[in-house]
Nanobody, 126 residues
Framework: QVQLVESGGGSVQSGGSLRLSCAAS????????MGWFRQAPGKEREGVAG???????SYADSVKGRFTISQDNANYTLYLQMNSLKPEDTAVYYC????????????????????WGQGTQVTVSS
């Protein structure tokens, strides 16, 4: 069982930055892929960024060049650095994880993920 708790959301003006954090409980030595998803009102939950144990990363086209996913394995913490934020980035952001093979590129499909945090709100005003 993996427990995930997000933090770092808030309100920021367009062009600003935020860093989200996700604290993961200690889990087995099985490799996990972790990711960030977001869901805006009335929209489907979409994958934003993913990272594997081998630090392979994947990004949605809408955030490439603006968002950076990283992890601190020693402290079981996942991060999402969000720069040049836009109003369309406004959403509830979720941290998620699933057991994956060492060599894969992390998925951005929500149904691949097993464990989810409770979400943190990010609001970007114009």
């Amino acid at each position: 069982q993996v427990q995930l708790v997000e933090s770092g959301g808030g309100s920021v003006q367009s062009g600003g930055s935020l860093r989200l954090s996700c604290a993961a409980s200690r889990y087995t030595d099985r490799p996990y892929c972790m990711g960030w998803f977001r869901q805006a009102p009335g929209k489907e939950r979409e994958g934003v960024a993913g990272i594997s144990n081998l630090v392979r990363t994947s990004y949605a086209d809408s955030v490439k060049g603006r968002f950076t996913i990283s992890q601190d394995n020693a402290n079981y913490t996942l991060y999402l650095q969000m720069n040049s934020l836009k109003p369309e980035d406004t959403a509830v952001y979720y941290c998620a994880a699933y057991a994956c093979s060492w060599w894969v590129t992390p998925s951005l499909r929500r149904y691949d993920y097993t464990y989810w945090g409770q979400g943190t709100q990010v609001t970007v005003s114009s």
